[in-house]
């Protein structure tokens, strides 16, 4: 499976941004998804969790009510639909497909396996 991310870019405080990863490959249905983003001088963190069927999904808490993570498998393509922007936003934005335990709603990821090359989001106050 190769992803690559895209919908990055320059938004202002409080707007809304879309991020798309598209898959190649057939296989792209069988996998659960993640969005993870990297600011400068900080660690890799989760951003969004989204199942196979679409049918759940898991938020980190700083972006809970804000963003909202979709799939389109006949298209191959998940969603991250980015609103209310903060600065503390700003990062690069990776997908990637996820192994995961879905336990309470929560997503337990237990491991990586394809990485997209990310795309750059920045908000400005």
């Known amino acids: 499976v190769q992803l690559q991310a895209s919908g990055g870019g320059l938004m202002q405080v409080g707007g809304s941004l879309r991020l798309s990863c598209a898959a190649s490959?057939?296989?792209?249905?069988?996998?659960?998804m993640g969005w993870f983003r990297q600011a400068p001088g900080k660690e890799r963190e989760f951003v969004a969790a989204?199942?196979?069927?679409?049918?759940?999904?898991d938020y980190a808490d700083s972006v809970k009510g804000r963003f909202t993570v979709s799939r389109d498998n006949a298209k191959n393509t998940v969603y991250l639909q980015m609103n209310s922007l903060k600065p503390e936003d700003t990062a690069v934005y990776y997908c990637?497909?996820?192994?995961?335990?879905?336990?309470?709603?929560?997503?337990?990821?237990?491991?990586?396996?394809?990485w997209g090359q990310g795309t750059q989001v920045t908000v400005s106050s």
């Open positions: 990637a497909t996820i192994f995961v335990i879905w336990s309470d709603d929560r997503a337990k990821i237990r491991g990586y396996d394809y």
């Open positions: 490959g057939q296989t792209f249905r069988r996998y659960a």
């Open positions: 989204i199942s196979w069927s679409g049918g759940s999904t």
